[in-house]
């Protein structure tokens, strides 16, 4: 029979993110050394600049956690600026659930919200979803 402290041990917490078309299921574990792992890779081997790495792993500078994270993310769908964005709405709310007073300074970012903007669809008649042909009154 595990004890607690092996129980915890192995204990993740999720949560998933989105931007646009792109989906990210984050699980974050308390570790004594940090690592990062998106899709099987190194953090920087999946997001090729500095920025891209900076805007995914902003929730945990805002939150300000001293502790130090395992965390794993599985994501698809969409182009690498919306993954970025996905990976840190999921990890904002993983973080949200393990200490609701991280939940102030992660909602006031607005990293707890879902960025609603998307492409919209193109409507018959138009050539885009706005762009209309050349008008001619003759």
Same mark, same amino acid.
């Given at each position: 029979? /595990?004890?607690?402290?092996?129980?915890?041990?192995? !204990?993740?917490?999720?949560?998933?993110?989105?931007?646009?078309?792109?989906? &990210? !299921? &984050? !699980?974050?574990?308390?570790?004594? *050394? =940090?690592?990062?792992?998106?899709?099987?890779? #190194?953090? /920087? %081997? $999946?997001?090729?600049?500095? %920025?891209?790495?900076?805007? @995914?792993?902003?929730?945990?500078?805002?939150?300000?956690? #001293?502790?130090k994270?395992?965390?794993?993310? $599985?994501v698809?769908?969409?182009?690498v /600026?919306?993954?970025?964005v /996905?990976?840190? $709405?999921?990890i904002?709310?993983a973080?949200?659930?393990?200490?609701?007073?991280?939940r &102030?300074?992660?909602? *006031? =970012?607005?990293?707890?919200?879902?960025?609603?903007? =998307?492409?919209?669809? !193109?409507?018959?008649?138009?050539?885009? @979803?706005?762009? =209309?042909?050349?008008?001619?009154k003759?």
């Amino acid at each position: 029979m /595990a004890t607690t402290t092996e129980k915890n041990k192995d !204990r993740y917490i999720e949560g998933i993110g989105r931007r646009k078309t792109s989906v &990210a !299921r &984050a !699980r974050i574990t308390e570790s004594t *050394k =940090a690592s990062f792992i998106v899709n099987e890779k #190194e953090i /920087a %081997e $999946h997001f090729k600049t500095e %920025e891209l790495r900076k805007i @995914a792993t902003e929730a945990f500078k805002t939150a300000g956690t #001293e502790i130090k994270f395992k965390v794993t993310v $599985h994501v698809n769908g969409g182009g690498v /600026a919306s993954q970025a964005v /996905a990976v840190r $709405h999921a990890i904002s709310r993983a973080l949200n659930i393990m200490d609701g007073e991280m939940r &102030a300074p992660l909602k *006031k =970012a607005g990293f707890l919200k879902r960025d609603p903007r =998307a492409k919209e669809r !193109r409507k018959f008649g138009l050539k885009k @979803a706005r762009k =209309a042909p050349q008008w001619s009154k003759r």
